[in-house]
């Protein structure tokens, strides 16, 4: 074999050291990128499997909603269905019902005397004779009422009249206005009077005949409730009228 012949079978061997060398490459680099696929394939399936659990979760909670909004639907069609309770006779009878009242008489009287303790005394019957409640078939006595018509009892001097006629200072001076005109009401009301005294002297605050003059202990003003039902006397006075009321509850 000549020298040209070994330079050219030189070149050849190198050429196939060449060829194997980088097979050999080729064939390393395949299997570093197989493993490191394999490498990177778990975290797909586990990012594939939690996807999946998501869904399975999403799933279980739409059905879980479902299900309650089921049972919601129930629970209100079952209230629905109760029976609302009834009224028993009993619960009736116990409800308080507001008593009925109606005015059978009212009369008014004109303050002509200003004089102060005669107003004071007028007031002060007032008090005591507002809101009386008179039972059915009982008696009323404006003294019984009133009380005695003396200092003592809160009552002062003021200008009267004495068994002559006559303008004198008394005790309780002015209450015989409170009396007539309780008198004039009774009237109205078509109660039995069984006591009326009149004056010595005509007054000027009620027409002739319809005084009821007061003394305690021997002039009285008595009359008996027959209306059928208790009556309430109602009293007022400003500073020019009295007014008294009868008022029959039921």
Known sequence: ??????HVAFIMWIIIILVV??????????NANLFSN????????????????????????????????????????????KPATAVTKEEKKTTPQAPTEVQIATYTTTLYDKEQTRIDNIN????????VIIENGAEFSFNNTIGPMNEGNGFKKATGFDSNGKK??????GICQISSTLYNCAL????????RHPHSKRVYYVPKDKDATILYGSLDLKFVNNSGSKVRIDAS?????????LVKIK
């Open 237 to 245: 006075a400003t500073k020019s009228t009295v007014t008294i009321t």
């Open 124 to 131: 002060l019957a007032i008090s005591r004779l507002n809101g």
């Open 38 to 81: 394999e490498n990177n394939n778990p975290s797909e399936q586990a990012k594939n499997l939690n996807d999946n659990n998501v869904n399975e979760n999403n799933n279980n909670n739409t059905n879980s909603n479902n299900n309650n909004s089921d049972k919601s639907e129930q629970s209100n069609d079952n209230t629905h269905d």
């Open 188 to 195: 109205i009301a078509g109660f039995d009077i069984t006591e």
């Open 21 to 30: 060398v980088a097979a050999v490459i080729l064939i390393l680099t395949s």
């Open 168 to 173: 004198i200072k008394i005790s309780g001076g």
């Open 1 to 6: 074999m000549n020298t040209k012949e070994n």
